[in-house]
């Protein structure tokens, strides 16, 4: 997806992630931007993103991924690019356009294909000294991994209110530890669960936890992912040209 200094979308492509990732993301940057200069580019990808120097330091799913990527990336296409963690995106995403305008502390629930969870504190990204802020699919719940308790596929298998508690198993870590006030279901299942899902996953949060927590379903339309990844580009776009 392609922004102006407005932030309008002037241009957008996809295609599917096949052959070498640096081949792949040049063309396809090539073919959306065509005669445009292009400022800086963002890219989302699961996994932890080290702050220090913004490489992917766990193994993803993303057929080719490989060390040293977002090097190669950068002298390919001659323009500053950062790698930023999926969830983390679509964090930026309901921050400035969905269910947490107006919050200054929250957590993201990311349900879906994948499970994550993204923390935003004072209005800011919370990435970790590592990257590693939010990775909730690692917790351990009654000798599970809570990621394989909550995937879209495993809910399709649930009741809402077993797949609600399930969640809230997760999100009470975030309340005991943080307190945010505030928790957005967010990705496939969760943004599918609509307000029902976050209501039932309240009340459990209630039964569980003793910090008052409202609990919102995503309201980013489409790709909260991709239009996280705008939003960022936008921030440093805006920085650059203006000061």
Not at 61 to 72: F, H
Not at 128 to 137: I, K, Q
Not at 164 to 179: H, K, M
Request: hydrophobic share 50%; glycine share 14%; aromatic share 4%.
């Amino acid at each position: 997806m392609i922004a102006d200094i407005t932030g309008r979308v002037v241009a957008r492509t996809s295609r599917a992630v096949t052959g070498d990732l640096v081949d792949l993301v040049a063309g396809t940057l090539a073919e959306a931007a065509g005669d445009r200069v292009i400022d800086n580019v963002v890219v989302g990808a699961p996994g932890l993103v080290t702050p220090r120097d913004g490489e992917l330091v766990t193994a993803n799913d993303v057929p080719g991924w490989r060390a040293g990527l977002v090097t190669a990336w950068r002298e390919r296409l001659g323009s500053p690019l950062v790698l930023e963690n999926e969830v983390n995106l679509a964090a930026i995403a309901e921050l400035r356009t969905g269910a947490a305008q107006g919050a200054e502390d929250f957590v993201l629930m990311w349900v879906g294909d994948g499970v994550g969870a993204a923390v935003v504190l004072g209005g800011r990204l919370r990435r970790g000294a590592s990257g590693g802020a939010g990775e909730v699919g690692f917790l351990q719940v009654d000798g599970t991994a809570f990621c394989s308790l909550v995937t879209e596929s495993v809910a399709r298998g649930l009741d809402r209110a077993e797949f609600a508690a399930r969640i809230a198993q997760g999100a009470f870590a975030f309340v005991t530890l943080l307190d945010p006030g505030l928790v957005v279901l967010g990705g496939e299942a969760g943004q599918a669960g609509g307000d029902e899902l976050a209501a039932e996953v309240a009340a459990r949060l209630r039964e569980l936890a003793p910090a008052p927590t409202e609990v919102r379903a995503s309201t980013v339309e489409g790709n909260a992912v991709l239009q996280g990844a705008v939003l960022t580009a936008l921030d440093l776009a805006r920085d650059h040209v203006f000061g």
